[in-house]
């Protein structure tokens, strides 16, 4: 009996390629819906301590938000190996707890010590825009709510509309069963990473 051996081509060769290709995503598609346990988020460090007396009034503007309605922002995940379940989108709910920031900002300058005109204009003008933001349940022993946000900070001289100085810093913040902590406690975090900056403190400081 005589056998007769196939003439490997490239064609030969590719589709056996293409086929382990498409097995391997196949597979990856398959573990989607879960994700790693999340990172407990840091510490915030010591803040700035100022001398208010001395510097400037400032005023804290506004919260604004720069992620588009109807964005999906994070997810409902449970059990050991965090299965994936329903969405959370932006929407009224998210944008309503942001309005309660501007409370937390004014509190948090005055914790440091600056001189903060509530309501009205001061010399200097604080604004921030929560560029990304991110908001995930996790259920597996205990049940906690996990937010991440980006913010960028603009300080601006009374009467002018181009800021001075800008930054960028990011929050982090884990509470358990609470959309608003955790949407707070990232917040937070991100401010006090901007008032233990400084190049802000020194900025404040040379409007006087």
């Not at 490239?10 to 597979?27: C, D, G, K, Q």
């Not at 804290?60 to 109807?70: A, E, H, L, Q, S």
């Not at 932006?90 to 903060?116: C, H, I, K, S």
């Not at 930054?167 to 917040?187: H, Q, V, Y």
Request: hydrophobic residues 35%; proline residues 5%.
């Amino acid at each position: 009996m005589r056998f007769q051996f196939e003439r490997w081509t490239p064609r030969n060769i590719l589709m056996p390629a293409i086929l382990i290709f498409l097995a391997s995503l196949l597979v990856f598609s398959g573990c989607t819906s879960h994700r790693p346990a999340p990172q407990t988020p840091e510490a915030a460090g010591p803040m700035i301590l100022v001398d208010g007396p001395s510097l400037p009034t400032i005023s804290f503007g506004k919260i604004f938000t720069d992620v588009p309605g109807g964005r999906v922002i994070g997810y409902y995940y449970e059990g050991l190996e965090y299965t994936r379940g329903f969405k959370y989108k932006w929407d009224e709910t998210f944008e309503n707890e942001t309005r309660e920031l501007n409370f937390q900002a004014q509190d948090l300058l005055a914790d440091a010590g600056y001189r903060v005109n509530d309501g009205s204009l001061g010399d200097l003008r604080l604004e921030g825009t929560i560029r990304k933001l991110s908001y995930n349940t996790y259920t597996y022993k205990v049940s906690f709510d996990q937010a991440e946000c980006e913010v960028r900070w603009e300080l601006f001289r009374a009467g002018e509309t181009d800021p001075y100085f800008t930054s960028m810093t990011n929050g982090a913040g884990r509470i358990a069963d609470s959309k608003p902590g955790a949407l707070r406690a990232a917040f937070e975090l991100a401010m006090r990473r901007l008032l233990a900056d400084e190049e802000f403190v020194e900025k404040v400081k040379s409007r006087k």
